[in-house]
């Protein structure tokens, strides 16, 4: 049972150049998440979709965009990469139930120079 | 502004003993709430939740004690083992938002 899975694991990018991380989760969920981690901030939300074809921004939304053609997959895409962007990005989903526990996958760290 | 606050950056904790992790929040609206625990390369995993309809919730070792007067929740791990050294983050929500609101993390460490 693979749950949320993220590629690539990592991943370094020159300032100007444009990536798509991809996020596949195997477990229906209708709700799916794009965080960053970054020292001392904790999680922060990017993006968000509740369901197939639906995205929402978060709390951090600004220079990456998202789609979510299929309901097991979410992109994160950043265009025009920027040093500032250097941080490990987590995907999440969840069920969107009563309790609406999200379920993490392993994160991708991404520099970028 | 920082709606979910985890003010202690780390805490050491002799095995066997109590761990004890804090968590203030401030929005009143949030009506339930999550702890996760992370380890280094790794993506964070559920621990632990606690609805504000109850003021404790107890799962083997761990326990969630909430306040709501206080607004203000904390996870006791008793007794603390060198597998629960790792990063743990409170996270709060409300009823019919989908979205988590996450603290900034507590590092855990056990000394053994």
């Known amino acids: 049972n693979a749950g949320v899975t993220q590629t690539p694991k990592f991943r370094v990018l020159k300032t100007g150049q444009s990536m798509t991380l991809l996020c596949a989760q195997d477990?229906?969920?209708?709700?799916m998440y794009w965080y960053r981690q970054d020292p001392g901030m904790g999680l922060r939300l990017i993006h968000y979709?509740?369901?197939?074809?639906?995205?929402a921004k978060g709390e951090v939304p600004d220079g990456y965009n998202v789609s979510r053609l299929k309901k097991q997959n979410f992109l994160l895409g950043l265009e025009s990469a920027a040093p500032s962007q250097t941080s490990v990005y987590f995907c999440?989903?969840?069920?969107?139930?009563?309790?609406?526990?999200?379920?993490f996958g392993a994160g991708t760290r991404l520099s970028v120079l | 502004d920082q709606q979910v606050k985890q003010n202690s950056p780390s805490l050491s904790v002799q095995e066997g003993r109590i761990s004890i992790l804090n968590c203030d929040y401030t929005?009143?609206?949030?009506?339930?709430f999550l702890w996760y625990k992370k380890y280094p390369a790794e993506g964070p995993t559920f621990l632990i939740s606690i609805s504000s309809i109850k003021d404790k919730n107890e799962d083997g070792r761990f326990t969630v004690f909430l306040n709501k007067s206080a607004k203000h929740l904390s996870l006791h791990i008793v007794p603390s083992q060198p597998g629960d050294s790792a990063v743990y983050f409170c996270?709060?929500?409300?009823?019919?938002?989908?979205?988590?609101?996450f603290g900034t993390g507590t590092r855990l460490t056990i000394i053994p």
């Open positions: 996270a709060a929500r409300y009823f019919g938002n989908e979205k988590l609101t």
């Open positions: 999440a989903s969840s069920d969107g139930g009563a309790k609406n526990i999200q379920y």
């Open positions: 979709s509740v369901g197939e074809g639906t995205t």
């Open positions: 477990m229906n969920h209708e709700y």
């Open positions: 929005n009143s609206m949030f009506d339930y």
